[in-house]
Each structure stands twice: as structure tokens, then as C-alpha cells.
């Protein structure tokens, strides 16, 4: 009866294991392509091991002490009067601590050298991406190319990215599972964030911070393509039409969701300081022109810089 009992309970265990592990794969987080996101899924599964030392054995107490001293086992040893065992004191106590010890100087450690901000590359080895968050809507404004697209973000696999990210609306957040942490996009400041894609394929980039009704599709490809690809599709963004200065973000700015990817084909210059610009209030009672913002952008990045956020502590850097 003990021996039918105990692998019966072993069988549950193992079908639930298995009914876990079966949707990894639907986990954008435990299917990473890149160095950042490998690096993030390696200190979730040490994490996650570490914390199962108590797990498990809490819960196969939990089964065994009532089976073992149920009323109709009368072989079980009957102590009524036991209250204290120095030893059980010892284990539990000790063995959390050692966890936490571990856990703490693990994440200490990762948190510093994963830094977001911390760059994967020289500059000029870096894709440079500025990412304007929008209601309910994404702005990529590719400076050194000079374009800028609404709701699809392209680059090259392989290359690494830096992020400068801000928000003309409510704080949201920037987030490509696939690819690394996500990071907070809040008005007036600076965030930052480097990345990078391995693999060429769509991955999906998303806003993790509810921000009115239109959050549920605040969504956007992003594609990391050859070179020979980028270069195509950056030949196709020059041929549009579209010129994005103050006035067309002005429009672009009100609440709605965008239809589709959106190709700007010139940006008007600073045209990002300028947006930062415009919730710094000595900047604006200074300088009200628009173009006149550019130079005092960084002020509003530093403070941006004190106050970014990290889902993760960006694990990944250091690859």
C-alpha cells in the first residue's frame, strides 16, 4: 500500500513537471535570441533551482507527515509532549540563509554587470535608435540613417542596438521578450537600453505598462534582417513621402492606434531633444521654439538616467 502510494504521488509530480515544461517553448523569456536574453534565462533557472532546495522538500513534507502520522497507522511513533529539536532549528534556519546569501550576491553581482546602460559595442559598431512612446503607438527615429517608422522597428542581426528612450505620453514600458529586458519610457527623461538579436527572425516588442484604452495594441515587429535586407527596407522607408518635423509629430501624438507602419523619409534635426524638451520647464519658458531644444536634451537624459527602470537589471551585458 506505501509502495502503490508513494508512486502514485511520484507519477503526479512527474505529470505536472512535464504539463510545466511542455509551454516553455511559448515562453518568450525561456526562448531568448541574443546574449541578453540568454544571459537573463540563465539567472532564472540558477534562481529558480536555488529556491526548489526549500520548495521541494516542503512539499514532500507536506504529503509525507500526514500520510506517515495519519490516526489509522498505529506503527508511527507517538510523541505528544515533543516540542523543540535543535537540530530541525539548525536546518531551518540555515539552509534559507545560505539561499539568500547566494541569491543576494548573485544578483548584486549580474544587477552591475548587466547594466542597460552599459553599451555592447564602440559607437560606431552600435546601431543608434531613438524610441519615442506614443498613445497607443511607438515612434523609431533612426538618427544616423535619417528616418524614422511608427510601429515597426528593423535592424541587422548580429549589430548590436542602443536605445534612447523617452515617452510623450503617460510612463510605459519598452519590452522585446525575445531579446532582452524591458525598461521604463517616461516624459521629459532619458532611458536607455542595449541590445542585441543573434538570429535573424520577428520577434514581437510590446508596452508592459498599462496606459489607457488602446494599451492592449500597443504592439510592433520587431525584425532582426541581414544587412543586404536592411538595407532594402531602408531604401523603401526613403521613398516615402512623409516628412516628420514638430508639426506632423503633433498630429502623429494624439491618442489613437496606428493602422500600420507609418515611413518618414526626413527628420527634422533634434527633433528628439525636442521632445524631451518640452517637460523640462526652464527649457521651455527659455526657449519656446521647438528647434532651440536640442542642446538641453541631455539635462532632461541625466535625470532620466537616475530614475530609469529594469524589469530584470537588464541580465545580459557582459556577453
Not at 77 to 89: D, M, N, R, V
Not at 117 to 129: C, I, N, T
Not at 214 to 235: E, K
Not at 271 to 292: C, H, N, R
Amino acid at each position: 500500500m506505501k509502495r502503490n502510494t508513494a508512486s502514485a504521488f511520484a507519477a503526479v509530480l512527474g505529470l505536472l513537471a512535464l504539463a510545466a515544461l511542455s509551454g516553455c517553448s511559448e515562453l518568450a523569456l525561456l526562448d531568448p535570441k541574443g546574449p541578453i536574453g540568454e544571459a537573463e534565462r540563465r539567472l532564472i533557472f540558477i534562481a529558480f533551482g536555488l529556491m526548489l532546495i526549500v520548495v521541494i522538500p516542503v512539499i514532500v513534507m507536506a504529503v509525507w507527515f500526514p500520510y506517515k502520522y495519519r490516526e489509522s497507522n498505529t506503527a508511527a511513533e507517538y510523541a505528544p509532549k515533543w516540542s523543540h529539536s535543535g537540530k530541525i532549528e539548525l536546518v531551518m534556519w540555515l539552509i534559507p540563509l545560505v539561499i539568500v546569501i547566494l541569491l543576494s550576491t548573485l544578483l548584486w553581482i549580474e544587477t552591475h554587470r548587466l547594466d542597460p546602460y552599459k553599451p555592447l559595442a564602440a559607437p560606431d559598431k552600435q546601431l543608434p535608435v531613438e524610441v519615442v512612446s506614443l498613445d497607443w503607438k511607438w515612434l523609431f527615429i533612426y538618427p544616423r540613417q535619417g528616418v524614422a517608422v511608427v510601429n515597426e522597428l528593423v535592424f541587422p542581426a548580429g549589430m548590436p542596438l542602443a536605445f534612447d528612450i523617452t515617452s510623450d505620453t503617460v510612463m510605459t514600458s519598452f519590452f522585446i521578450p525575445r531579446l532582452g529586458s524591458q525598461i521604463y519610457a517616461m516624459g521629459g527623461m532619458r532611458t536607455k537600453l542595449h541590445l542585441l538579436a543573434d538570429t535573424e527572425g520577428d520577434y514581437v516588442g510590446q508596452n508592459q505598462q498599462f496606459s489607457g484604452a488602446g494599451y492592449p495594441d500597443m504592439f510592433f515587429p520587431a525584425r532582426a534582417v541581414s544587412q543586404t535586407a536592411f538595407d532594402a527596407w531602408l531604401q523603401k522607408v526613403k521613398a516615402s513621402p512623409e516628412t516628420l518635423d514638430m508639426a506632423r509629430f503633433d498630429e502623429l501624438r494624439k491618442p489613437g492606434v496606428a493602422a500600420g507602419p507609418v515611413y518618414f523619409s526626413k527628420v527634422e534635426p533634434g527633433i528628439f531633444e525636442a521632445i524631451l524638451g518640452k517637460y523640462d520647464p526652464m527649457t521651455k519658458q527659455g526657449s519656446p521654439q521647438p528647434a532651440s531644444h536640442g542642446g538641453h536634451g541631455g539635462s532632461g537624459g541625466h535625470g532620466g538616467q537616475g530614475g530609469h527602470g529594469s524589469q530584470t537589471g537588464h541580465q545580459g551585458h557582459g556577453q
